[in-house]
């Protein structure tokens, strides 16, 4: 959301909740504060996610529909703040367990030097050769270069999201994959509870089972020995 829009919205919702406070807010004043605080954000993270709702896979679903959630948070409002907001975003982040760093003030040429960086690591050239275009030009390339893709006959969904300059982060594939959880190893049944690998450290060795047909011959023979 425009920085803008934010402190409009976190103008409005401190000024009706002094009214709340001091008991003297009327039904509209309710209404216009539950809009402010909360629906506003939501409505515009439901639209930013719309791409990845309307033609996401399961996963990017999910991922929106908890982003969506979480913009009805009132706090992220204040997150706009300078320098306030940031280091309360980190701080609940940090109590919640989840490290970052976060700063108030968007600095381009940091947000530059961490494309180049991850360029560089995946040894990508033609990511790095479009990064350093837009730092020349001061223009985006990604329109230009889902023009060229449809023109040529190379174009999918992703290149028609690049024209209308739909942010990564809100297109579908893009949302974060969950790893598999490890299976925790069985223990294997015996008196010890040792795995098969820890028996045979010790030098313990399970002996192989009786087959239903030797365990029948058995038998017979000891009926007939009777």
Same mark, same amino acid.
């Given at each position: 959301?425009?920085?803008?829009?934010?402190?409009?919205?976190?103008?409005?919702?401190?000024?009706?909740?002094?009214?709340?406070?001091?008991?003297?807010?009327?039904? &509209?004043?309710?209404?216009?504060?539950?809009?402010?605080? %909360?629906?506003?954000?939501?409505?515009?993270?439901?639209?930013? =996610?719309?791409?990845?709702?309307?033609?996401?896979?399961?996963?990017?679903?999910?991922?929106?529909?908890?982003?969506? +959630?979480?913009?009805?948070?009132?706090?992220? +409002?204040?997150?706009?703040?300078?320098? %306030?907001?940031?280091?309360? *975003? &980190?701080?609940?982040?940090?109590?919640?367990? !989840?490290?970052?760093?976060?700063?108030?003030?968007?600095? @381009?040429?940091?947000? =530059?030097?961490?494309?180049?960086?991850?360029?560089?690591?995946? %040894?990508?050239?033609?990511?790095?050769?479009?990064?350093?275009?837009?730092?020349?030009?001061?223009? @985006?390339?990604? @329109?230009? !270069?889902?023009?060229?893709?449809?023109?040529?006959?190379?174009? *999918? #969904?992703?290149?028609?999201?690049?024209? #209308?300059?739909?942010?990564?982060?809100?297109?579908?594939? =893009?949302?974060?994959? !969950?790893?598999?959880?490890?299976?925790?190893?069985?223990? *294997?049944?015996?008196?010890?509870?040792?795995?098969?690998?820890?028996?045979?450290?010790?030098?313990?060795?399970?002996?192989?089972?009786? &087959?239903?047909?030797?365990?029948?011959?058995?038998? %017979? *023979?000891?009926? #007939?020995?009777?």
């Amino acid at each position: 959301m425009f920085g803008s829009a934010t402190f409009l919205y976190l103008n409005n919702t401190m000024k009706y909740a002094g009214k709340i406070i001091n008991g003297t807010a009327t039904y &509209s004043d309710y209404k216009n504060f539950l809009l402010n605080a %909360v629906i506003a954000n939501m409505l515009y993270t439901t639209i930013s =996610y719309s791409m990845a709702l309307l033609f996401g896979d399961k996963d990017d679903r999910e991922y929106a529909f908890k982003k969506i +959630l979480a913009s009805g948070n009132p706090l992220t +409002l204040f997150y706009r703040l300078p320098m %306030v907001g940031a280091a309360l *975003e &980190s701080g609940i982040a940090t109590y919640r367990k !989840e490290y970052f760093t976060t700063d108030s003030m968007k600095n @381009p040429y940091s947000i =530059y030097l961490q494309k180049f960086a991850k360029a560089a690591k995946d %040894v990508d050239a033609y990511e790095g050769a479009k990064l350093l275009l837009e730092f020349r030009t001061g223009a @985006p390339m990604d @329109p230009a !270069e889902g023009i060229f893709n449809i023109a040529t006959g190379e174009g *999918e #969904m992703d290149d028609m999201f690049k024209i #209308m300059g739909v942010a990564k982060s809100y297109r579908q594939g =893009y949302a974060p994959k !969950e790893k598999p959880k490890e299976k925790p190893k069985k223990k *294997e049944s015996g008196g010890l509870n040792l795995t098969k690998e820890e028996r045979e450290s010790l030098g313990l060795y399970e002996l192989p089972k009786m &087959s239903d047909d030797l365990y029948k011959l058995q038998t %017979v *023979e000891e009926m #007939m020995g009777d």
